[in-house]
């Protein structure tokens, strides 16, 4: 009987996107959301198995959703916005 390892080695695999980037709903107020599954890390064990024999991955990911509104208007704080806020330089009048 052999022993169990103690710490899991794992190389990391390059992978690749079959099919559609996004998942997209269509709810009932005309509301789109978009729904993308990411793969953000993925490896295959190198020194373990699953106890059935199958190799044994270590799979990390990610869910990202865009609501996209039926009237596609979206409003921000005006204090998000980056970079100089600018006013028109002040002019004496004589």
Do not use: C, W
């Amino acid at each position: 009987m052999s022993q169990k390892p103690n710490k899991i080695e794992f190389k990391m695999l390059d992978f690749e996107r079959l099919e559609n980037e996004f998942v997209s709903f269509k709810l009932e107020d005309g509301t789109i959301v978009k729904v993308k599954v990411d793969l953000d890390r993925v490896g295959i064990a190198t020194n373990f198995n699953n106890p059935d024999g199958t190799p044994h991955y270590a799979i990390n990911t990610s869910v990202k959703l865009s609501v996209i509104p039926n009237n596609r208007k979206f409003t921000v704080e005006k204090t998000s916005i980056k970079g100089k806020q600018s006013s028109p330089p002040s002019q004496m009048f004589t």
